[in-house]
């Protein structure tokens, strides 16, 4: 055990299949270190609100952050610009075609400030295994039968995790992710989890929660925004 800076140890995971309280995070959300990533694990913290984000030459970190980054899909936001864009038909959705290239794609993807990426190759086997079991989702987005777009995340029935998006045009991740939400909205989910603050989820409708709340509405005991 090691102090987190938030006069909580924090715990390093083994064998059992078991999480400290999410109260427990550090100030920057980091909860706890090691376990691993198989397929009850990862599914028992996305369902506690904790979330794996790591190096490829490191421990696996666990993390839930307070706030948390989220939408309420009945909330998004759809510029002018992007209403075109569903208007003209140029671009078309589909789930599930392809999981592996949304993944290997938002994995390759280079991001502004960020150096490397956290969809290691560990990271890919798992989320594959998930996507087999049916709780790990693709969107893909086309273009002239090309692959533009897409986003990938776990899908817990009635809130959707998002973990990354990628984009080869213009608003194609963008359009990936409004067409999810309106889905969603239609399917009676309570929130989509964008887990961190950015400016272009913002953009997009997506807000900041306090972690009970997120981790209340997850559990079942509250509703959507």
């Known amino acids: ?22 109260h427990m995070a550090n100030e920057d959300g980091l909860l706890a270190v090691g376990g691993d990533l198989s397929i009850e694990r990862l599914l028992l913290a996305y369902k506690s609100g904790i979330f794996p984000w790591f190096n490829d030459d490191a421990l696996i970190l666990w993390w839930s952050p307070d706030p948390r980054m989220v939408l309420f899909p009945n909330k998004i936001k759809v510029s002018k610009s992007m ?12 789930q599930n075609t392809c999981f592996s290239e949304v993944l290997e794609y938002c994995a390759n993807m280079e991001r502004k400030g960020q150096d490397g990426t956290w969809i290691t190759p560990k990271m890919k ?9 049916g709780w790990a989702k693709s969107y893909e987005v086309w273009e002239d039968g090309v692959l533009v777009g897409g986003l990938y995340g776990l899908d817990l029935g009635h809130v959707f995790c998002g973990e990354s998006m990628f984009s080869l045009k213009p608003n194609a991740s963008k359009f990936a992710f409004v067409k999810m939400a309106q889905e969603l909205q239609e399917k009676n989910y309570h929130l989509i989890d964008c887990q961190v603050h950015t400016d272009h989820l913002e953009s997009l409708g997506a807000e900041l929660i306090p972690r009970k709340q997120f981790v209340e509405i997850l559990k079942g005991q509250l509703g959507s925004g």
Not at 83 to 94: A, F, I, P, W, Y
Not at 125 to 133: E, Q, T
Request: hydrophobic share 35%; aromatic share 10%; glycine share 6%.
């Open 1 to 22: 055990m090691e102090n987190n800076g938030n006069n909580f140890p924090l715990a390093f995971l083994g064998d059992r299949l078991e999480f400290p309280p999410v």
């Open 83 to 94: 209403r075109k864009v569903l208007r003209d038909g140029k671009l078309q959705l589909t």
């Open 125 to 133: 086997s798992a989320y594959i295994d998930l996507h087999k079991k």
